[in-house]
């Protein structure tokens, strides 16, 4: 048999998950235990996104989201011996501009926190604004510093990236962003912040999002592509995987869900050979989660 193991830095599943009141073992979502349970050893991020609808009361709706995903993972706490879930918040309007709402998500267990989504919010610019890091962002990089809690730079604009990179004294992730020299988009990372995120000694995530990938329909190879341009610009250890399942439409094939990493897995082991493929599908976010105490 052979043992592959997984970590993923970034699904949208629970978002999905609340609105049908699924259940976190097995559902209609790209991400659940028993597709998990097809790998030998788990890390997965799960992050929590609001919608439009949720933005009225944030916090309020984030923590219900929280308390869903809390008795879910009750309920299967038997699974967790060889798999670790891991809580994040996709967009700092959550915290509604106060630092003790911060505070508290870290208690509830939030570990990582992207600042942004791609819109201007009380923290910072995302993507889709010219806006930098904002006074409350820039305490709120310093409370999670303190905290440490894992700042994540996917989605911020620009400016917001070369802010955090300057105030944060901890290392960043871009839990879910490719190579913008090969796929020229706005949410993925050109060479400088790449560069920048190795020297801060973080994490970045391949996304399988079709359009983060190539310009026209994406495959495997595709995928590659960004995998091999990591590779020749900062070797292979801040490398790994933030597949955006559940939170984007178009995947390339033959991709459905998580347990379809398998493929991605075979053919990293045919280009890259097993001890890089191990280190960019497992063993570079444990590492990294050891260094920072949270393994
Ligand atoms: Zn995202």
């Not at 610019?125 to 305490?139: A, I, M, N, T, Y």
């Not at 900062?234 to 493929?263: H, Q, T, W």
Request: charged residues 25%; glycine residues 6%; contains cysteine.
């Amino acid at each position: 048999m052979v043992t592959i193991n997984f970590a993923d830095l970034h699904c949208d599943t629970i978002t999905k998950m609340f609105e049908h009141d699924a259940d976190i073992y097995q559902n209609f979502c790209q991400v659940d235990i028993k597709k998990l349970s097809t790998f030998d050893s788990v890390i997965q991020f799960f992050a929590i996104w609001l919608d439009k609808k949720y933005l009225a009361k944030p916090f309020d709706n984030t923590v219900e989201f929280i308390k869903y995903y809390t008795k879910q993972i009750e309920k299967y706490k038997t699974y967790f011996t060889n798999m670790k879930f891991f809580l994040a918040i996709e967009g700092g309007e959550a915290l509604e501009n106060n630092l003790d709402n911060l505070k508290k998500f870290h208690d509830m267990g939030v570990i990582l926190l992207t600042l942004t989504w791609n819109y201007e919010n009380d923290l910072a610019g995302g993507v889709k604004s010219q806006c930098g890091l904002k006074k409350f962002g820039g305490e709120v990089v310093e409370l999670m510093d303190e905290l440490n809690m894992i700042i994540d730079v996917s989605h911020a604009s620009e400016k917001t990236f070369w802010d955090v990179y300057k105030l944060s004294k901890n290392s960043i992730v871009a839990s879910h962003s490719n190579c913008r020299k090969i796929c020229d988009n706005a949410r993925n990372l050109d060479d400088e912040q790449i560069l920048a995120i190795k020297e801060k000694n973080g994490l970045i995530g391949l996304n399988l999002y079709s359009d983060f990938i190539s310009d026209g329909v994406a495959n495997l190879n595709d995928i590659a592509k960004h995998t091999d341009h990591l590779l020749n610009l900062i070797g292979e250890e801040n490398i790994c995987l933030g597949c955006d399942f559940d939170g984007a439409d178009r995947y390339p094939s033959p991709i459905k869900n998580v347990a379809d990493m398998k493929n991605v897995y075979n053919l990293f082991k045919k280009l890259y050979g097993k001890q890089i493929t191990e280190k960019i599908f497992y063993d570079n976010v444990k590492h990294f989660l050891t260094a920072r105490k949270f393994l």
